[in-house]
Each structure stands twice: as C-alpha cells, then as structure tokens.
Nanobody
Framework: QIKPAQSGGGSVQVGGSLRLSCEVV????MGWIRQARGQGREVIAV???????NYDDSVKGRFTVSLDSAKNTLYLDMNNVQPEDNGRYYC?????????????????????WGLGTEVTVSS
C-alpha cells in the first residue's frame, strides 16, 4: 500500500497560520492525527469520502481539513495557531471503512500512515 506523502509544517508564531499537505491514495476516511511530545495520538480532523468533516474541540473553528480530488491531496489549514498545537502531525487513511469516520473513533482504524511532520509554535 502506498504511504501518504506529507509536506508542510515547520515553525509558526502564535496566532499565525500554516498549511499541511498530504498526497494520498483516497480511502473511505482520511485524517490528521497530532502527537505532542510525550503524549498519545490525538485525532484532530477527519474527512470522509462524501466530504463530511469532523473536528476535535481543540481545533474546531481554527483548523480546516479539505481534499483536492484532482491532486489526491489532503490539506490541513491551521489558523490562529496556539502553543498547544505543538507536535508531530500525521496524515492517515482508512481504506477498510469498518469504523466510523469521526475524531471519536480514535486512530487505530487508520491503516496507512504518513511519516509525520513537526509543527513548532513560538511566542
């Protein structure tokens, strides 16, 4: 299975914006997962094959997940970035579809993962 290919990330100041990109083989559910240093994985945004999106409360209203179907690229637009957004961000795809496509379903149903990209928020 082809792994998602991530790009973007880096350093951003508090209140700034950043875009993460991920070239994918589209699946039933695609998501962005954040892992802060020393913490577990947190699903923060998902995009279902029909265009339905779902967000963790910590990013709702600030982050937007979208898909460019022509480019097979999943995006995460991060606005008003805050210190708690520090972490490594992974793009992942669930090709099986046995689980619901919401942030509450956790990260275990994603079978194909990108390598991740670091986001560092500075004040």
């Amino acid at each position: 299975q082809i792994k998602p290919a991530q790009s973007g990330g880096g350093s951003v100041q508090v209140g700034g914006s950043l875009r993460l990109s991920c070239e994918v083989v589209r699946g039933r559910c695609m998501g962005w997962i954040r892992q802060a240093r020393g913490q577990g994985r947190e699903v923060i945004a998902v995009y279902e094959f029909d265009g339905t999106t779902n967000y963790d409360d910590s990013v709702k209203g600030r982050f937007t997940v979208s898909l460019d179907s022509a480019k097979n690229t999943l995006y995460l637009d991060m606005n008003n970035v805050q210190p708690e957004d520090n972490g490594r961000y992974y793009c992942a795809v669930d090709h099986q579809g046995y689980s619901s496509c919401t942030v509450y379903a956790g990260a275990d149903h994603f079978g194909s993962w990108g390598l991740g990209t670091e986001v560092t928020v500075s004040s």
